[in-house]
Every structure is written in structure tokens, then in C-alpha cells.
């Protein structure tokens, strides 16, 4: 049965039950004497114990406090004695409000119980402080795993083995806890993976891209029992570890370069979040630290700029000013995605379900949803510099001469006059909406394509940043046609203006800045709202952390900064075993708890919950991200081979024993850069600025279009896949097809997919076949010999080893084939390879890039063993 006293907050949800017609009065008010114990509280615990435990609380109202039990309405004043007959809470009760009749279905309350609540009402809501009731203030504690305290295990016993004892295998704590579960179930662990095997998934796994013949032969060759400890260090050390690690959390951070919506504008300056996390993971800042400043940097004692750019973090929402779109609704949808992510990213919980009702598995209420909620309703968008090292110095020189070239050209064609009046047009059409298409539509470009525009317009000029103003003006010169005319517009020379304005651009030396987040000058005040609709706030609440946790700590009020060190508190059960298991998942291709995005009940158990919390328990101890992955990687479970084993397919078809190693494609941003890197044609540097290589014919019209997508000339066409600008309404198509997330949420995992199209991919993208030609290239000038060495050559560039005979037999005939076949098309084979190199005719030339494409399309390339 719906729980009957749960109808004055089941009411606001506006559901009609359908019943028999309602009475037509109010029924009385009971004349005996209430007793609160014996004629209220069974109602409430009874009722509230049937849908959520010892207190309900639900669209705002907790039924378990008094006066959210009296309020009627949400935001209505507590009911006072002798006027039950006003209150909404009675009159939705008894059928009397229209479209609202409660409970939606079952029994309805009866007249005697009306009455009973009404007299309740009218002797004064007698409520005693010794009720039990009051208890309910808090949620009620869980005793799902996930939520207890991380406990550091005790090492599991387990019978002496050569997998621990030899040196096929170490002495890693962690290697006693899978072991024990094997022997457990009667398996056996897999045995170590060849030398090679081994290096190329380390090469990978820690900095995703490929080893060189060199670095596998100095593996190969280095006798000592250290080599393999010594290649982890120089991986970890790598400026390209920061790079693959900082890629795992870009996607929690659910990073893109643009807004996402109608127009899909392009962000300038998301990148120096991007070049903050690459630098924070190659330094090893300590998680707890990463995640202050990425929460709270802005509130920092005597924060430096690195630590205000931290909270980009928050700025990677995705914002939509499309026309008819409320602000409003837009901010407030924001803020959702800041609260959901923050659930997601550091609790492993799917807090986001609270945010129109109660969670319907997991301990978290709708109030308290909106009280973590609070943390972020306050913050203010904004955009600083943060100039990278070097760039001040010639900036500050050029910027005169810059300002003063601008300036006269602005005045030549009286900008700034022509300017204020277009503004102040456009401020009274902002206002009485509907009265112009044409000023309508330039409000709502401007707040489209213009970076924080709406906030910025409103700013009166005078205080407007130099920068800020800049914004503005460049916008009016090219958007001033909607409302003149384009025939004036030209005639008034902005055509022209326009185009010098942008080359004086283009004259200046770059300047960082960043987006980042503060607390606004006025705060705002934070309400349940109903429904999870920014239109109906319920009542107010403040800032809380969810109080099944632990507490927080904060002298007053919390702020973002108590909230930061709340979630990284060695208190908290969650934020260690949440990331550790996502560092095992990167590892291993799947977490100990398969479901990293869910800890919670509804998500899947640990296979190996002792080592969770051991992982746990370690990392907590330091806080770093590449002692942790130096343990896991250190172990003889990491060093199993992959190849799968007849005995474990009914067993453990999904390798939760750990019974051997992962073996699965690698991440699609990865796949691009191996090509790039095999081939010769990778620039490797580090950090910075996206770029925009060649997309595939036709991909331009789908979002930013080609016009925004000027293809990156000289080396940074070639750079890693992690820095190519992320539209989010048009990503690179390659690096879609492979399953790179769009950006939208927070991505705890990546899909691994398998269609035609990838496989096209591989043969058609630009720069696969870019890659090949590259590769053809480099095979013949840099391998001597004939056919068959070269072709070992290529084999050992991309998958780290020498064919097999049967491989060499079938690749010298696919050669042969190829050369063949092009002799009769020389303009084919001159397409192929338009390269001249001397001795090498092109359909030789062609030939060798048909075979780098082969072996580019390798599964054994696209995969880590």
C-alpha cells in the first residue's frame, strides 16, 4: 500500500489518482484529545517505513522533522493551531485541491484519519523532542560494502608457489591475494608473458604509445634482475606518462573544446585545464592535493594561478545558449552537471538519480542530494589569463602597437559610437522579446557565439576588461549586418574591418588565459527543487554532505574547499577504492569492481574486495598515482600472459580470477598515435594548444564546419590524439568511431565496439594513410637488403617482433601482388606514393605503402597483449 502520509509531498508532483470523486467538504477535525505516541507517530513510522526507512524525505519535505510535516505547501508557513482547515497538506489529503488527489493509488485516507490529522493540527502538532521520529535527521547508515570504512586486510595464506617464490614471478603483496582466490577455485595463474610481450604493454600502458626496436632490444638484452623495475621507472618518468593518464581523466572530467549545443562555439581557452592535468599527473601531485585544487583552487589561501586554472574542472560543463533557451534553466542544468560529476567522479555513485526524488537503492535523499548541490550554486564563471612560461614577455612588448593599430582602425569607421547605440538597441529588444526578429536574433547570437557574451554585455562598458570589450566589439563588427542591412553593412566598410581586424590578430603572440570558476559577490540561496525542475523550488537547504558518509569539517558553513578535503579524507570509504579501481581498470581492461562508474548497491560486487581495500588502503598512505600503478604493475598478475586458456572459458569467461592478463583494443586515441609513431611521423611534444588535423572529405559539414576547421599546418598536424580540438557536436570521426566519449558526462569506462566502419577507418583516414606512406618510406631508406629484411624491418616497427616464416611467405606475396597489379595503373601507383626516392620506381613505392597499411591494419597492432 502507498504510504498515506507521504501525500502531502507525493501532491507536488501534480499526479491525479484517478479515484472515486472526492467529498464534497472537509471533513471535521476529531474532537478527542490527540495523543502524539499513540495516535501520530504509528501513522508517521508506519507510512514512512514502508518507503524509505525510519524517515522520508522526499521533493524537500521530511516527514520524520515537524515542521516540513505541517508546512501544507512547500514553501508555506508552518500551519498554527485552529487552522487545519488552510492547510494544503489537509485539503490534497482529503481530495479537495484539483488535479491533486492523494495517495495516487490504494486506499485513500479515511474521514476518521482526516479527522485525526486535523484535530493533531488544531491542539498545536504536539511533536515531543523524545520522539524517535527526530532521529531520522539523518540518513540512515548502509551496510553495503562500498560504504563501509576501508580496513587495511591482513595477507591471505596461500600454499607455496613458484609464481611467488621463482623469478618468473615477485614477492608483491598483491599477487597473495589473487592467489589465494585461484587456489580457491582450483586454477592455476597464467604464466609470465615474454620480454617483448611485456615491454610493449608497459610502453603502453603507462604512456601509450609503442616501443621503439631499440628500446626492446635494451629491455631484451638487460641480464639484470632490475631491467624490468628499471624500465617501469623510466616510464613513469616519461613527460609522455602525463600524457596517457591525463587522457583517463580527461574523460571523468568529461573535457571538450566547445559548448556542445546550437553553433557548438568554440572554447579558446579550455585547453589550459587539459595542459594543468598533463603537468599535475607528470609531477605526481598527490591526489588529495589534485582534488583540492580541481574542486576549490579559487578558494585557496594565497592561490597561484596554476591553482585557480585547476577549477577548469568545472568549467568542461557544457553550456547551451541556443535561442529560446532559459539562462536560468541553462545554469541551473549546470550546476546539475557539476553535482552529478563530482558523485560520479569521486563517490563512484550515481547521486544524479536524487535529483527529483529520493535514490531509489542507494542511501543518498533528495535533500541531500541538493545540499551537495549547494556547493556549487554559487559559482560564478569567469575567464583570467594565465599565461604559459614565456609568453608574457612578448606579448606585453607587441600590445601597444597592437592597441594603437586597432584602435585607429575602429575609429576610422567610428566603431565605437556606431557600437553604443547598436548596444543599447539590443539591451531594450533583450527586454521586450518579440517585438524584432532582427534584434532578437542579434541577443541571441551574441549570447550563442560569444564566450560568457550575455554576461559580459551586461556589464555597463566602462567596466568592462579590455579583453572583455574586445569580445563585444569583434562581435558587433561581424553580426552588425542582421540589423542594417547586409548592403550597408558592406557600404559601412565592416567587410573589410572585419579581415584586417583578424590579421591584426594573428599579429600578436599568444596569451593563455583559462576558465575557471569563483564564489559570486552575492551567493545564492539553494532550495530543493521539485521534481528535479529549476522551475519549482521547495524549501531552502544548505550546504551538506551526505550525512551517511562521514562529517564534514568546517567551523561554520562548508565551502567548496571543506568539501574538496571532505572527499579525499582518509574517513571517507569511497574516493580510495573508487580510484583504485579505475587505476586496476586501465591495467587490466576491466576494474575489480566492473562497474566503476557505480559502487553502489545497485552496481557490481568487488571480485577481490580484500585487495580493494588493500589497494585502498595504500594509496590513501601516499596519495600517488604512480606508486600505486609501480605496485600493480610490479606484480606477477600484471605479468601474466594474455592468451586465453581453454580450461578458464566456462570457468571464468570474464577473467574476474585474474587467472591471466587483459587483452584488448586499445583506446582510439592511441590506435592514431601508434600509426603517427611507427611511421615516423609523431610530434611528440608535450602539453599546449589543440590542433586540427585533415578529417575525412564531408566531415566539415556536420558542426564546427571548415570555415572553423583550418587544418593545422607543419609538425602539430601530427601531434597525439589527445590534443585534437574535441567538438563536441562534430569530433574527429576516427576517434569517434573507436568509442571516445563525446564529453557530455563524466566517462568512467570506454566502450570497446567493433564495426565496419573502424575497419574503413584503418584503410581511408587521412592519416592512416598518411601513415602508411610515411612507413613504405622509412622501410626502404632505412632498411637495408632485400625484400625479406625489409619486410622484418616493418613487422618489428609495428608490433615489436620478428614474423613468424608463415607471415614473412604471405606478406612477400601480398608484395609481390600489389607491385603487380600497379604496374598496370602507374597513375594509381603514382597517387599512392608521389614521393621520389632514388632506385625506387612507383609502383615498388606503392607497393610498400599497400604493405604498411597491412600491417597498420593488424589486429595484433591495434591491440595491447
Not at 592535468?277 to 598527490?286: G, H, K
Request: hydrophobic share 35%; aromatic share 8%.
Amino acid at each position: 500500500m502507498v504510504a498515506r502520509f507521504l501525500i502531502a509531498v507525493l501532491a507536488a508532483l501534480g499526479i491525479q489518482a484517478g479515484l472515486a470523486a472526492p467529498p464534497a467538504e472537509l471533513p471535521p477535525p476529531s474532537p478527542k484529545q490527540i495523543d502524539f505516541t499513540s495516535d501520530i507517530a504509528p501513522l508517521l513510522e508506519s507510512r514512512c517505513l514502508v518507503c524509505h526507512g525510519p524517515q522520508v524525505q522526499m521533493n524537500g519535505l521530511r516527514l520524520d522533522l515537524r515542521e516540513d510535516a505541517l508546512r501544507g505547501s512547500l514553501n508555506g508557513p508552518v500551519i498554527q493551531p485552529g487552522k487545519s482547515a488552510d492547510s494544503k497538506l489537509i485539503q490534497i489529503v482529503a481530495g479537495l485541491v484539483e488535479g491533486k488527489i492523494m495517495p495516487p493509488a490504494g486506499e485513500r485516507l479515511s474521514n476518521e484519519q482526516i479527522g485525526l490529522l486535523r484535530a493533531w493540527i488544531d491542539q498545536g502538532a504536539n511533536w515531543p523532542a523524545t520522539s524517535e521520529l527526530t532521529q531520522g535527521s539523518e540518513s540512515p547508515k548502509s551496510s553495503h560494502w562500498a560504504f563501509q570504512p576501508v580496513q587495511r586486510p591482513t595477507l591471505p595464506r596461500v600454499r607455496n608457489h613458484e609464481w611467488l617464490n621463482s623469478g618468473t614471478g615477485s614477492s608483491n603483496e598483491i599477487d597473495r591475494f589473487i592467489l589465494a582466490k585461484l587456489q580457491a577455485e582450483g586454477v592455476e595463474p597464467s604464466p609470465r608473458a615474454d620480454a617483448i610481450t611485456l615491454a610493449r604493454r608497459l610502453h603502453l600502458d603507462l604512456t601509450g604509445l609503442p616501443p621503439t626496436p631499440e628500446q626492446l632490444a635494451a629491455f631484451a638484452g638487460e641480464s639484470s634482475s632490475k631491467a624490468y623495475g628499471n624500465l617501469v621507472d623510466r616510464l613513469l618518468d616519461s613527460p609522455h606518462y602525463g600524457e596517457k593518464w591525463g587522457r583517463h581523466w580527461l574523460d571523468l572530467a568529461r573535457y571538450g573544446d566547445s559548448n556542445g549545443f546550437r553553433g557548438d562555439t568554440f572554447r579558446k581557452h579550455a585547453w589550459r585545464y587539459r595542459h594543468w592535468v598533463i603537468n599535475a599527473f607528470n609531477s605526481d601531485m598527490p591526489f588529495d592535493q589534485f582534488t583540492i585544487e580541481q574542486i576549490a583552487g579559487d578558494l585557496l589561501p594565497d592561490r597561484t594561478t596554476e591553482q585557480w586554472v585547476a577549477t577548469g574542472f568545472h568549467r568542461n560543463t557544457p553550456t547551451n545558449t541556443e535561442g529560446g533557451s532559459e539562462p536560468e534553466e541553462w545554469r541551473f542544468e549546470q550546476v546539475v552537471n557539476r553535482t552529478n560529476t563530482v558523485g560520479t567522479v569521486w563517490l563512484g555513485l550515481t547521486a544524479g538519480c536524487a535529483q527529483c526524488h529520493n535514490h531509489k537503492y542507494d542511501p543518498i535523499t533528495q535533500k541531500e542530494y541538493y545540499q551537495l548541490f549547494a556547493f556549487f550554486n554559487d559559482a560564478e564563471e569567469v575567464n583570467i589569463d594565465a599565461p604559459l612560461e614565456g609568453e608574457r614577455g612578448p606579448y606585453m612588448r607587441a600590445l601597444p602597437a597592437y592597441q594603437k593599430e586597432r584602435d585607429r582602425l575602429l575609429a576610422e569607421l567610428k566603431v565605437k559610437e556606431l557600437q553604443a547605440a547598436w548596444e543599447k538597441k539590443v539591451r531594450y529588444h533583450a527586454a521586450h522579446e518579440g517585438e524584432s526578429n532582427a534584434w532578437d536574433g542579434a541577443f541571441d547570437e551574441l549570447r550563442t557565439f560569444v564566450d560568457l557574451g550575455e554576461t559580459i554585455f551586461f556589464t555597463p562598458p566602462e567596466l568592462r576588461s579590455w579583453r572583455r570589450e574586445k569580445r563585444i566589439t569583434d562581435f558587433f563588427v561581424s553580426d552588425y549586418h542582421r540589423v542594417l542591412g547586409k548592403e550597408e553593412w558592406k557600404e559601412l566598410g565592416f567587410i573589410e574591418l572585419k579581415k584586417k581586424l583578424r590579421e591584426l590578430d594573428e599579429t600578436l603572440p599568444p596569451f593563455s588565459g583559462a576558465q575557471v570558476i569563483h564564489i559570486e559577490r552575492n551567493p545564492r540561496r539553494s532550495h530543493v527543487f521539485l521534481g528535479g525542475s529549476y522551475k519549482t523550488p521547495g524549501i531552502e537547504v544548505e550546504k551538506a554532505t551526505p550525512s551517511w558518509l562521514h562529517a564534514i569539517k568546517a567551523g561554520g558553513r562548508p565551502t567548496r574547499l571543506e568539501l574538496g578535503q571532505w572527499l579525499v579524507s582518509k574517513e571517507n570509504p569511497l574516493t580510495s577504492r573508487v580510484m583504485v579501481n579505475r587505476i586496476w581498470q586501465e591495467l587490466f581492461g576491466r576494474g575489480l569492481v566492473t562497474t566503476s562508474e557505480d559502487l553502489g548497491s545497485q552496481g557490481e560486487r568487488p571480485s577481490h574486495p580484500e585487495l580493494l581495500d588493500w589497494l585502498a588502503s595504500e594509496f590513501m598512505g601516499t596519495w600517488s598515482y604512480k606508486q600505486t600503478i609501480k605496485t600493480i604493475v610490479m606484480s606477477a598478475a600484471y605479468r601474466q600472459s594474455s592468451k586465453a586458456r581453454p580450461e578458464l572459458s566456462e570457468h571464468d569467461p570474464e577473467n574476474r580470477l585474474v587467472a591471466r592478463q587483459g587483452r584488448f583494443r586499445l583506446p582510439a586515441e592511441l590506435i592514431r598515435d601508434s600509426a603517427l609513431a611507427v611511421s615516423g611521423l609523431l610530434y611528440p611534444k608535450v602539453g599546449g594548444r589543440g590542433v586540427r588535423p585533415p578529417q575525412p572529405e564531408g566531415a566539415n559539414r556536420m558542426g564546427a564546419g571548415s570555415d572553423r576547421w583550418k587544418v593545422s599546418e607543419g609538425p602539430d598536424r601530427y601531434r597525439r590524439g589527445l590534443y585534437i580540438q574535441n567538438q563536441r557536436m562534430a569530433p574527429y570521426p576516427l576517434l569517434t568511431n573507436f568509442d571516445m566519449p563525446a564529453g557530455y558526462v563524466a566517462s568512467c569506462r570506454r566502450d570497446r565496439s567493433n564495426s565496419p566502419l573502424q575497419a574503413l577507418n584503418l584503410l581511408n583516414d587521412p592519416v592512416f594513410i598518411e601513415s602508411a606512406q610515411a612507413l613504405a618510406v622509412r622501410t626502404l631508406t632505412e632498411a637495408p637488403g632485400g625484400v625479406a629484411e625489409r619486410l622484418n624491418y616493418a613487422f618489428e616497427l609495428c608490433v615489436g617482433r620478428q614474423p613468424e616464416p608463415v607471415e614473412t611467405d604471405w606478406l612477400q606475396t601480398s608484395f609481390e601482388e600489389q607491385k603487380e597489379i600497379l604496374t598496370q595503373d602507374s597513375e594509381r601507383a603514382e597517387k599512392l606514393f608521389p614521393l621520389k626516392l632514388a632506385g625506387v620506381s612507383p609502383e615498388e613505392g606503392a607497393a610498400w605503402v599497400g604493405v604498411s597499411s597491412v600491417l597498420l591494419n593488424l589486429d595484433e597492432f591495434i591491440t595491447r597483449e
